[in-house]
């Protein structure tokens, strides 16, 4: 993703890469070389350069805190990518830090401007699918696997928090684009299958939103046979997105609609967000997806946590 958000930036207008970290020097230069800007290996030597305006964080979850706090004491803009934390403590820390520094937080909740999620968001704000009041979300696979995302941070808790940090960070936000401010939730979490983490493999969810709906998430690293798909259900409509009919909606004496994949088509979501980041700073607005979303979202998934662990509905605010 780091690689992904600085191509990205890279080609937008007012906008250029200056330097880019790794403590895999090999990393760090093959990219600085690619973007034709400097590499470093540490964090300290990029944040010192006069020339860096803003920060793109993607280093492991469990560094967000840390980098974070270093960027706004620089006097640097932030946008971290998602998870924001793997706590609300620490991703509240991190508001206080750039709100305290003067500087722009923003989080990469890339997933509502993806299709078909954006297309979704799009046709609820239009007012014509009527209030909404449940949505089924179940995004799982099986394991890690081989190659890019198998790295040794990803299998452990303490560093990425499991599945409802590293992966669906992006369901619980785009659950709260849709249905409102959470106010409960209840989980069953387990490990079933996988062996090389120390964290779950399910995550069931159960979360109540103070507008009086209804969401679940069925998430995890378990199957065998892999799974996205989500289920809206509104007062005038219902929409419904993955498995084999793709996106469709129904609204309340009309015919079904198929959305083809051409219709959901927008500007890509990687390059959106982070052209919405640089445009809050040039401008001096507040980012489109503020530290405060990104509260929100850790908020919940570590309330799945105490709530299972803990086997009782937790409410929130925690």
Known sequence: MGRSLIVSAADIPDCAARCVADVDAAKAQALGEELGCGWVTDNDALLARDDVTAVIIAAP????????????????????????????????AMVEAARAAGVKLMIGQVLRYLPPWHYIKSLVDS?????????????????????????????????????LFEINAHEIDFMRQIMGEATRVTAGLGRFVE??????????????????????????????????????????????????????????GEDTVIVSAEEQ????????????????????????????????NVEIAQAALIASEERRPVDLPL
Request: negative net charge.
């Open 61 to 92: 979850n469990f560094l967000h805190r840390q980098i974070a706090e270093q960027a706004a004491a620089a006097g640097k803009h932030i946008f971290c990518e998602k998870p924001m934390a793997l706590n609300k403590a620490d991703a509240l």
């Open 127 to 163: 007012g014509r699918l009527g209030k909404p009041f449940a949505m089924q979300t179940t995004r799982i696979g099986g394991g890690w696997g081989g190659g890019t995302y198998h790295a040794q941070w990803r299998l452990k808790r303490e560093t990425c928090g499991g599945p």
């Open 265 to 296: 088509q927008a500007e890509p979501g990687v390059r959106r967000e982070v052209r919405e980041f640089v445009e809050c700073i040039l401008n001096d607005t507040e980012p489109t997806i503020p530290g405060e979303e990104g509260v929100s």
């Open 195 to 252: 062996t090389e983490i120390d964290y779950e493999d399910l995550a069931m969810l159960q979360i109540e939103f103070a507008d009086g709906g209804f969401g679940q998430l069925l998430a995890g690293h378990c199957a065998q046979i892999g799974i996205y798909e989500m289920k809206l259900y509104c007062t005038n409509g219902t929409v419904m997105a993955g498995g084999p009919h793709g996106l469709q909606y129904k609204l309340v």
